[in-house]
């Protein structure tokens, strides 16, 4: 069939005339499976970005009618989530902990021991610093002692931190070198001796001392480790992370990276409550910018469950002398909190024991009063009493939790706390219940960087080899689509984040992922093994899996 001139030169405006009807996008995904994460849980099959934000999403034919772009991508049926958010995690501590010694999973306290020997053949001068040991993964679960520390490096300062952060064990040399001795005031219970001798563990504010005494890395060595930190998140599907106790110098240094564009990452800061820091940010009132928010203080009520230092109502099940460690007063506790009620800063206690939870919960109702959307949390959340859940509810609190810890502590948890006192533990359904949502995180370093393990862990309540048989509470497990939202839209909202991210919507950061299956339908025990093929934040590729041929 021949086409006349006439007919010939009549397509030819029609075509461009049809370009000229479509919007202009940077780029054009199509054929996928999206979840947008939005309130009717709709899914869409292509989705237009431009400028970092997406412009539009729909159905595949719909969009490329509509929409011209310069990259078109093709996802061939893949998975797209929009990017998954740590609601509780330490970016800066993970950066730290790549130039320590891995002490996670050690059997015994001799492995311990043996890894820092390999690591001392390599550094043989300065701090030796190792994180990550669970004496609860030990042969008889008992604390070490610095004897075996002196003997092997008498000459250097060597510091081991248990994997919660909340103890560790200091050889003679380091406690010199921090003027720890048994005259220095710690509060009680915070330096442990034996018949008058240090054992060289420390606890809660004993610890931080020590901590705050190890040198630090150079500037430009703490920037490559961010940058490292950063890549273990990205190839994880983490696309924004909430760090969980920043100083002013640090979220200075996060800023730079974000403006000079080597760090791409979401960060928002929770401040520790130093001087500086509340002179600097927060009686200037929230900081943000496109990708680091500043608006929250981080406070601690008490310590771990694993270092016996959560504060408890009543005695530990296994150790009758003790119901924990009070970390700071509740005067200091509630100076800090009127300064944030009044500049507009969110306030979030870490509370692990039952009365902490309480003593915090009462404190926020004072500044509350009721109702309320200034969404003050409590970080753990991980030993409440049925008598005070509904607190959370009666004054808009949020529990910030991390699923990963219920199935991490579930082997010796109910030790700690008895078989009537464990059921008001790691309750995220119960909790979930009170304000109709539950930010969700990984505590990483102390849990693995993995948003995927958190959301298996939230919903089947099982470890990697699926154990239990019927979950660890299950009564308390989270849906899938409770789940992913935790990770989501609610870890976004945690922190006055969901008009930019969260979900995949329009105006919003193009913050997502590509997976190799869905999370959301495949059988459970495949969760685990689902594998970030591309991670995107505001539209661009930070990380793909390279493609084997």
């Known amino acids: 069939m021949k086409i006349s001139k006439y007919c010939f030169f009549l397509i030819i405006p029609m075509t461009i005339s049809c370009n000229l009807l479509k919007k202009n996008a940077d780029t054009l995904l199509y054929n996928g499976k999206i979840f947008l994460v939005d309130e009717r849980g709709s899914f869409a099959s292509a989705m237009a970005i431009k400028d970092g934000r997406v412009m539009a999403v729909g159905e595949t034919e719909e969009l490329r009618r509509n929409y011209a772009a310069g990259h078109e991508v093709n996802l061939e049926g893949k998975t797209v989530y929009p990017g998954f958010i740590d609601a509780h995690c330490h970016l800066y501590g993970l950066a730290l902990s790549l130039q320590w010694v891995d002490l996670r999973g050690a059997g015994s306290f001799d492995e311990v021991i043996r890894r820092m020997q390999e690591r001392a053949e390599q550094q043989p001068d300065g701090w030796l610093i190792g994180r990550g040991w669970d004496h609860n993964l030990w042969p008889g679960k008992q604390f070490p002692d610095r004897?075996?520390?002196?003997?092997?490096?008498?000459?250097?300062?060597?510091?081991?931190?248990?994997?919660?952060?909340?103890?560790?064990?200091?050889?003679?040399?380091?406690?010199?070198?921090?003027?720890?001795?048994?005259?220095?005031?710690?509060?009680?219970?915070?330096?442990?001796?034996?018949?008058?001798?240090?054992?060289?563990?420390?606890?809660?504010?004993?610890?931080?001392?020590?901590?705050?005494?190890?040198?630090?890395?150079?500037?430009?060595?703490?920037?490559?480790?961010?940058?490292?930190?950063?890549?273990?998140?990205?190839?994880?599907?983490l696309t924004g992370v909430t760090d969980a106790g920043l100083d002013r110098e640090t979220v200075e240094l996060i800023d730079l990276m974000h403006q000079n564009g080597t760090l791409k990452i979401h960060v928002s800061a929770m401040l520790n409550p130093t001087r500086e820091n509340i002179d600097y940010y927060i009686t200037k009132g929230p900081y943000q910018t496109d990708r680091l928010h500043v608006s929250s203080i981080k406070l601690y009520a008490d310590g771990s469950l694993g270092s016996r230092t959560a504060l408890l109502k009543q005695p530990y099940s296994d150790d009758s002398s003790v119901k924990g460690i009070q970390a700071a007063s509740i005067d200091s506790l509630k100076k800090v909190c009127a300064l944030a009620y009044r500049h507009g800063y969110q306030v979030n206690t870490h509370c692990i024991g039952d009365s902490a939870v309480k003593m915090m919960l009462n404190i926020y109702a004072g500044f509350l009063k009721g109702k309320n959307d200034r969404r003050w949390k409590i970080e753990?959340?991980?030993?409440?009493?049925?008598?005070?859940?509904?607190?959370?509810?009666?004054?808009?609190?949020?529990?910030?939790?991390?699923?990963?810890?219920?199935?991490?502590?579930?082997?010796?948890?109910?030790?700690?706390?008895?078989?009537?006192?464990?059921?008001?533990?790691?309750?995220?359904?119960?909790?979930?219940?009170?304000?109709?949502?539950?930010?969700?995180?990984?505590?990483?370093?102390?849990?693995?960087?993995?948003?995927?393990?958190?959301?298996?862990?939230?919903?089947?309540?099982?470890?990697?080899?699926?154990?239990?048989?019927?979950?660890?509470?299950?009564?308390?497990?989270?849906?899938?689509?409770?789940?992913?939202?935790?990770?989501?839209?609610?870890?976004?909202?945690?922190?006055?984040?969901?008009?930019?991210?969260?979900?995949?919507?329009?105006?919003?950061?193009?913050?997502?992922?590509?997976?190799?299956?869905?999370?959301?339908?495949?059988?459970?025990?495949?969760?685990?093994?689902t594998k970030i093929r591309e991670v995107f934040v505001h539209g661009e590729k930070v990380f793909s899996v390279p493609v084997s041929r």
């Open 147 to 237: 004897a075996r520390l002196d003997q092997l490096f008498p000459g250097r300062p060597v510091v081991l931190m248990r994997i919660d952060g909340h103890s560790l064990l200091a050889n003679r040399k380091a406690l010199e070198a921090a003027g720890i001795d048994t005259l220095r005031r710690f509060p009680a219970g915070e330096v442990a001796t034996v018949n008058g001798q240090l054992t060289g563990i420390l606890s809660e504010n004993a610890a931080d001392y020590m901590r705050s005494i190890i040198p630090g890395p150079e500037r430009q060595e703490l920037s490559e480790l961010l940058n490292r930190a950063q890549e273990i998140c990205f190839r994880n599907g």
């Open 380 to 529: 753990h959340a991980q030993v409440v009493d049925p008598a005070d859940m509904h607190l959370f509810g009666d004054f808009s609190i949020i529990p910030s939790v991390q699923a990963t810890h219920a199935t991490s502590d579930m082997y010796w948890a109910v030790d700690r706390l008895g078989p009537e006192r464990i059921k008001g533990a790691y309750a995220y359904k119960q909790l979930l219940e009170q304000n109709g949502w539950i930010p969700n995180g990984t505590d990483f370093p102390i849990e693995q960087v993995s948003p995927i393990l958190t959301f298996y862990a939230a919903v089947t309540r099982k470890d990697l080899n699926g154990f239990p048989e019927n979950g660890f509470q299950p009564e308390n497990a989270l849906s899938r689509e409770e789940a992913l939202r935790s990770v989501t839209i609610w870890a976004a909202m945690s922190d006055f984040d969901e008009k930019d991210m969260g979900s995949l919507q329009k105006g919003k950061w193009a913050d997502f992922i590509v997976t190799d299956q869905d999370i959301m339908t495949i059988p459970w025990s495949e969760i685990p093994r």
